[in-house]
């Protein structure tokens, strides 16, 4: 059930323009989940990592900060 949190919440944010600028901003996973909770979606960092691999470049591009490379925002590699 929380996996489909975290697919719920890259849904809702395409929809919210202050939650794409809020999550944009965040540079850690934890920060990033703190924030999802404050709305109601509860994950792990290991399911927001399972769900972020999902999305396209240009669905990411529109939850994390463009300027980083590619999925390292919230999982540095």
Request: net charge negative.
């Amino acid at each position: 059930m929380t996996q489909q949190n975290a697919a719920r919440l890259f849904q809702a944010v395409k929809e919210d323009q202050a939650l794409q600028e809020r999550l944009k901003v965040t540079a850690d996973p934890e920060a990033f989940i703190k924030i999802a909770q404050e709305r109601g979606y509860d994950f792990t960092a290991k399911e927001l990592d399972s769900e972020i691999s999902k999305l396209s470049e240009e669905d990411l591009a529109t939850i994390v900060n463009p300027g980083w490379g590619t999925r390292r925002h919230i999982h540095p590699r």
